[in-house]
């Protein structure tokens, strides 16, 4: 009896001591799974890609030479030559007022080069001087005389439709539309033509200021998903831009007067990553209504990225139009920027309206 007890209590003692261990490897096997698994969820580290250089007017890393000169362009407007051809390939553009309420565009392109860039219409001394300051060829297509003699006077690198109308090669009438609404650049012939001229076609830059991932992370202010700049709301002469927050890209569609703003043939809409708009004493200096814009001095501006928006100043630093806060430079985000210039009365904070919807 003894003895069958004693076989008892040893049999109780193995089983016991086989289910420890049965618990033990399965704490262990549930262990390494867990392992297994957070290796498996968590995220591969990013190693951000190293470029050579940097286009110098949307500080996108590239592999490519960056020294191909800027491509100014005067871009028309007037709802008659809407959808334009070609914005959605610019790095920046300047929208101003021309004559009445009617605003200009100044298209640069280096990063990118479209093969059709128009209408084309004619110049204006603020916008070849920009041109200038921002070392780009000047590409326009007619002038009254004392601006062209003011082009040539100045030195300014210019190429002029009215010199190569319709040839065939830098410039091309279209059908689908009446003068002066249909005069398209071939961008293409640009750098050839310029050369016969005996312009530089390739040029250094330093860039503009761009902010680094970790500051494009934290930017400050006020949500803006939706912008819109009034131009004028008299329905005979409306222009009134929008700008539309799109939180999948992290760009902002433009509009005008209502109609999303698209490339002619594509219907590609026109995007951007930053709206700068700046305000800068505007006054009309003869009959014709043409005006004389102070971009020297400086003054309010608003900077929106990344759906928020920026209450700052602009300054004009060595030539280039640079928001800024306390006199110090703040980053654009890399990639297309739209700048618009407004007129200092009423102001923008009378024109521009900026709200999260």
Not at 137 to 158: K, T
Not at 193 to 213: C, D, H, I, M, R
Not at 243 to 270: A, C, H, M, Q, W
Request: one cysteine or more.
């Amino acid at each position: 009896m003894k003895r069958f007890l004693c076989f008892i209590v040893v049999l109780i003692v193995l089983l016991v001591s086989c289910s420890e261990d049965e618990k033990e490897t399965a704490k262990d096997n549930e262990t390494k799974e867990n392992e297994v698994e957070e290796k498996t969820d968590s995220p591969e580290e990013v190693v951000e890609e190293e470029f050579e250089h940097v286009y110098p007017l949307t500080g996108v890393g590239t592999n490519k030479d960056t020294d191909n000169r800027i491509v100014s362009i005067m871009v028309n407007n007037h709802q008659k030559a809407r959808p334009q051809t070609g914005l959605s390939q610019a790095d920046i553009v300047f929208e101003i007022l021309a004559e009445g309420k009617i605003t200009r565009l100044l298209a640069m392109f280096q990063s990118e080069s479209p093969e059709v860039v128009g209408p084309v219409r004619s110049a204006r001394e603020y916008y070849f001087d920009l041109a200038e300051r921002y070392n780009a060829l000047y590409i326009y297509h007619g002038a009254a005389g004392f601006i062209d003699d003011m082009i040539v006077n100045r030195g300014i690198h210019f190429l002029n439709g009215a010199i190569y109308d319709n040839d065939g090669n830098l410039f091309k009438r279209e059908s689908f539309r009446r003068a002066p609404h249909n005069s398209y650049l071939q961008f293409g012939a640009v750098y050839d033509v310029a050369e016969t001229k005996g312009y530089n076609v390739t040029q250094s830059y330093e860039p503009l200021p761009f902010l680094n991932e970790e500051e494009l992370g934290e930017i400050p202010g006020e949500d803006a998903g939706h912008v819109e700049i009034v131009y004028s709301d008299n329905p005979t002469t409306m222009n009134i831009v929008e700008f539309d927050y799109d939180k999948t890209n992290e760009k902002y569609t433009r509009y005008s007067d209502g109609e999303k703003t698209v490339e002619l043939n594509t219907e590609e809409p026109i995007q951007v990553d930053n709206v700068f708009i700046v305000e800068a004493t505007h006054q009309v200096v003869d009959d014709a209504g043409r005006r004389a814009i102070d971009l020297e001095t400086g003054g309010e501006a608003y900077l929106i990225q990344n759906g928020k928006v920026q209450q700052l100043q602009w300054e004009n630093q060595d030539g280039k139009i640079i928001p800024v806060r306390d006199g110090q430079p703040v980053g654009f985000a890399p990639g297309k920027t739209w700048v618009n210039v407004m007129p200092s009365s009423p102001g923008i904070g009378q024109s521009v309206t900026v709200t999260n919807e």
